[in-house]
């Protein structure tokens, strides 16, 4: 489908068929995208010539959400058809589909401040939400780009009748050099997370005892 037709029906049918189909494998397999992050290269077959068959609900088990890659789709020249980034393969894993209609997250993630007699509940993400594999590659994250002892807890906060959720990391703008440092920090780990996650950064400190080590 030519790019200028992709709408949002073509968009839902791809994303809905894209986990089943078959794919074979590029050379090298893993390339460094543009972001720095690792990606398993999959290209359309070939018409008329054997390959092996790459699906990424299969390739998402056996090695992607473990290693912590990316999916990139008919890389070449000119840009690539599709990039999944590993958060992406992550919600696939988790829900078994790239398409996520409601969430308790907060669709509001720019507003990191919690004020005073806010209402919040604190505790720690479930496998469900932060599966151990995941856990473990956000912690050498971290600690490859200086963060020593990694920390997340999963804050509720009641905001009217609505009750919403931020993943919370014990990362702060006085761990680095500048604002924007930190800022750039926060949205490369969106990398390794569902898209409709929301992320803020809180002082270890506040929250007493809710954090615990990745």
């Excluded at 894209?18 to 398993?40: E, H, K, T, V, W």
């Excluded at 009750?163 to 050099?177: S, W």
Aim: with cysteine.
């Amino acid at each position: 489908m030519p790019r200028e037709e992709r709408d949002e029906d073509w968009l839902h049918r791809f994303l809905t068929d894209l986990p089943a189909a078959s794919f074979r494998c590029g050379d090298p397999q893993i390339i460094a995208g543009p972001d720095g992050f690792p990606y398993f290269q999959l290209f359309l077959p070939e018409p008329g010539t054997e390959f092996q068959s790459f699906v990424i609900e299969r390739m998402k088990d056996d090695f992607l959400i473990e290693r912590g890659y990316g999916v990139i789709i008919n890389s070449g020249a000119e840009q690539p058809e599709w990039v999944l980034s590993y958060g992406d393969i992550l919600n696939l894993h988790l829900n078994n589909s790239f398409l996520v209609t409601e969430s308790a997250f907060n669709i509001d993630s720019s507003d990191e401040v919690v004020k005073e007699q806010e209402e919040v509940m604190i505790g720690q993400p479930s496998a469900y939400i932060l599966p151990a594999e995941t856990r473990k590659l956000l912690k050498d994250f971290f600690e490859l780009n200086g963060i020593p002892d990694p920390m997340v807890l999963l804050m509720m906060r009641k905001q009217g009748d609505k009750v919403t959720q931020d993943l919370a990391f014990n990362i702060t703008p006085a761990l680095f050099e500048s604002e924007v440092h930190y800022r750039n920090m926060m949205q490369t780990v969106t990398w390794y997370l569902p898209r409709h996650y929301s992320i803020i950064g809180l002082n270890d400190e506040v929250m007493e005892k809710g954090f615990m080590p990745l």
